[in-house]
């Protein structure tokens, strides 16, 4: 992966903030530069304006630190690994990176819930490709379903693994801030693989430890 100029760099981590805390309406380009030690032509140089600014952060946000590069290679597995490889990255990725806190998170449940007309453009350059590459796993996984149905297939994998994300704070207080931080990543991730693959009549009923080494053998 390129390396980023140091200054642009900046700039997206403290507009992250900025944006996070206030919103696209309330946040200021004066302010961001600030924050970044930078002078205000930088905006303008790196990304054009404000708008675009806020684009670049969104995907820089729903990115996670992923390098595309990192991505797993599908083609040679069969429908159910690469739909637990599928949900073994996106958890090390998406639940791994950050936290509840951190600006990333904070700023796509703000997008999510207050859409800004950014939001169309981060669906069709980062999320609707992803999207579209776990239907195509799940159309394999089920080539009798009709197209709603890979729809809520999609949407309750999604749902699984962004749950952990997004009601931490919830999840925290019901079991213990002791007990959440033993949910890593790579067990929410096995636990997810093996209660879809379950559901989808790919593995065995997802009741025990030894469930997940069964599927894998």
């Not at 992250?16 to 905006?43: P, T």
């Not at 990304?47 to 599908?74: I, M, N, T, W």
């Not at 962004?162 to 959440?180: Q, W």
Request: hydrophobic share 45%; net charge negative; aromatic share 8%.
């Amino acid at each position: 992966m390129a390396v980023q100029d140091p200054t642009k760099q900046r700039l997206l981590e403290a507009a992250g903030e900025e944006f996070a805390e206030k919103g696209f309406e309330l946040a200021r380009v004066r302010a961001i530069c600030e924050r970044a030690g930078a002078n205000l032509a930088a905006v303008n140089y790196h990304f054009g304006d404000k708008e675009q600014l806020y684009r670049e952060v969104l995907l820089e946000a729903h990115r996670c630190g992923l390098d595309p590069a990192s991505e797993p290679a599908l083609a040679p597995l069969s429908p159910a690994d690469k739909l637990r490889a599928f949900i073994t990255h996106f958890c090390e990725h998406v639940i791994a990176f950050g936290g509840a806190d951190s600006w990333q998170t904070r700023l796509m449940m703000r997008e999510i819930v207050d859409p800004t007309p950014a939001l169309e453009f981060l669906v069709r350059e980062s999320i609707r490709p992803r999207f579209e590459q776990l239907k195509a796993i799940m159309r394999e996984v089920r080539p009798e379903a009709d197209e709603q149905r890979l729809d809520v297939l999609c949407f309750s994998v999604i749902g699984q693994c962004l749950h952990y994300k997004t009601a931490r704070r919830v999840m925290e207080r019901l079991i213990g801030d002791d007990r959440y931080q033993a949910l890593t990543a790579s067990y929410l991730a096995d636990h997810i693989a093996e209660f879809t693959l379950a559901a989808l009549g790919l593995g065995p009923p997802a009741a025990s430890p030894i469930a997940v080494a069964e599927v894998r053998s």
